[in-house]
Structure formats: C-alpha cells, structure tokens
C-alpha cells in the first residue's frame, strides 16, 4: 500500500489486563511500539475486505500503568511457579534417581494499562456517509476487544464516553492541507486531543539522540551511542564551578526537555535471509526467515493537547531487506 491516510480511527480506553510489559533485552514498562504495529495487522485481517479501510499507521496513548511488581526500592516482576511445589505423582517431577523436581520459574513481566489507539487510515470511500463510518468504527472497536494485546487481554468496556469514531478528512489529502480549511474539523480535532486526556502519547527522538552522541564524542571520541542511550536514560548530578554566580550542583536535565525514556523501535538483522523452510523448527515455514536482535532509540511521553497535528504521534512499518532494518518511524 503506497497511499497516505485520509482518515483518523480512534479506539478509545482499552483496558489490558496482564500484557507483555518486558518490550526487549534492556527495557520493561509501557506496551512495546512493535507490538502495538502487530496488533495493528491482527486487526486490518478482522476488517472485511469489501469495506475498502486500511490501517496504515498507529499511534499510543498511555492513560494508565500498573506493573505487576514487587519491592521498596529495586522492583521485582510477581513470577509464579506452576505447580508452586513439587508434585511427586506426577512422572515428569521425578529425575532418573527417584529425586523429585522442582518446576521453573518462567520469567515473565506483566502489567495492567489502558490505552487509547489511534490509527491512520485510508477509506475508499472517504467521501460517503458519517453515519455509516462511525457504524464501522463501532464495529471495528467490538472486534478490537476479542483480540490479545501483547499477549494480554481487553476487559470488556464499561465507560460511555468518548466512543470510537472514525475521523475524515473529506476532499482533502491529509491532515495539514486541511486544517485551515475547515472550522468544523479543527473543533472535531481540539475535541479528540482534549477526550485523549489525562494520557502521554509516545513520539520517538531520533534527532535528540543522535546530536546527543555528537555531544558526547566531542568530549570523548571513545563514546558510542549506546553510551549516548543510556545518558539520555538516566538523570545525572554534577558540581559545577566554572562560573563563580552558578556555582553549586547541576543536573543533566533541564526544564523543557521532555519525559525521555529509552524504547525498542524495531529490529536489525544478525543473518542473512533464509528461503522458506531452510531454518528448522521456525514458526512460519512459509515465510522467508532472519535472526534479529532488538533496535533501540529515545522517546517522549508527550500530552496529546500539546501536538499541533495529530499525525505527529502516529507510528509507520518500515522494511528494509538489503540493510537488514525493520523498525517503526515516527
């Protein structure tokens, strides 16, 4: 699909019960941009066909976080061990010298959220009746709910409002030719960033990270910008007297720079690409296959009232074969 989106189609509060909080090798907390795009394709094959809709890019909203953790200080994922004790009925529990085994622990972190999506799609027929699109915007947001979420699941929705709508740009080709244009729509917008409310949408800083590792290499040429990830990471207090009128502690993050918090955006190649079927015990034989490893960046939790244009938070697939990269551009 090489069109843009004309429309915007709002899935407002799902409340996940239980997903995938650990998003790669280095990072837990909020829902992984990656699997939010998969569950953006789960969903594109539940619509039918002949309604002429495609989802093509998705944005997150984080309303709500709640891990599933433990602890004061350093916290710790609720593991469970299932049976909890050792059952010696059982024959898998008894060794090859009649001691009884013990059932691992599978290190899993969940957490429970809700969340607001708002996707970027393209309708056929943009031009038709606004009845019938927020008919389908209901229905798309019924079968929404029956679908896991990074492995966790949708509780039914209890809350009235905002409801699901699908959101057109009429004639016009996208977001910013329109605004402007119409009173009407720029009041629909205001309305649809304020119902986003209280929530921090998920924009990537691509650019601060890498003027940050120019930073950094300037000062040390032995800097990477892994050292760079993992400075924007975290808040650093220094003592400063360079100047006699600001003499005292500083600290690296200074009013304006944004809740910054180090993501997953995709995934780089570690093979090559193997034809269908080559690599045993893969989970689609059909399918050409890749050993990957987990591509990272910076992001901003940002207020949605604050975007100037809604397409700002949207997130976009984006394939490369020949360099290996497959990740989410925001």
Not at 48 to 76: A, C, I, T, Y
Not at 200 to 224: G, N, W, Y
């Amino acid at each position: 699909m090489n069109h843009e989106h004309n429309a915007y189609l709002v899935l407002p509060y799902l409340r996940i019960q239980n997903y995938n909080s650990i998003s790669s090798d280095l990072t837990w907390g909020a829902p992984a941009i990656t699997g939010v795009m998969g569950y953006m394709h789960a969903l594109q094959r539940k619509i039918p066909f002949d309604w002429g809709l495609d989802l093509l890019s998705v944005g997150l909203v984080m309303h709500d976080f709640e891990p599933q953790v433990n602890g004061r200080f350093e916290k710790k994922f609720n593991l469970t061990r299932n049976p909890s004790v050792a059952l010696r009925g059982h024959r898998k529990n008894i060794s090859g010298n009649g001691e009884t085994k013990v059932s691992a622990i599978v290190e899993e972190g969940r957490a429970h959220g809700t969340i607001s999506l708002v996707f970027g799609i393209f309708c056929d027929d943009n031009s038709g009746d606004d009845e019938l699109l927020q008919q389908r915007a209901r229905e798309i947001y019924d079968v929404a709910q029956t679908l896991r979420f990074l492995g966790g699941s949708i509780l039914p929705q209890i809350r009235t409002w905002p409801r699901p709508q699908i959101l057109s740009f009429g004639d016009a080709e996208d977001e910013v030719d329109f605004v402007g244009l119409g009173e009407a729509f720029e009041r629909q917008m205001w309305r649809l960033k304020r119902s986003l409310l209280p929530g921090f949408a998920l924009l990537c800083r691509d650019s601060l990270l890498r003027d940050h590792a120019e930073t950094l290499k300037k000062q040390d040429p032995r800097m990477t910008n892994l050292d760079a990830l993992l400075d924007l990471s975290r808040i650093n207090y220094f003592y400063s007297n360079d100047d006699q009128d600001t003499v005292g502690w500083k600290v690296s993050r200074q009013a304006g720079d944004g809740w910054l918090v180090p993501i997953p955006v995709g995934f780089t190649a570690l093979s090559e690409l193997y034809q269908p079927g080559k690599v045993k015990n893969a989970r689609d034989s059909s399918s050409a296959f890749r050993f990957v490893e987990s591509l990272y960046s910076v992001g901003e939790w940002r207020s949605p009232h604050r975007l100037d244009l809604l397409q700002d938070l949207l997130w976009l697939p984006q394939t490369d074969h020949n360099q290996g990269l497959y990740r989410c551009i925001n």
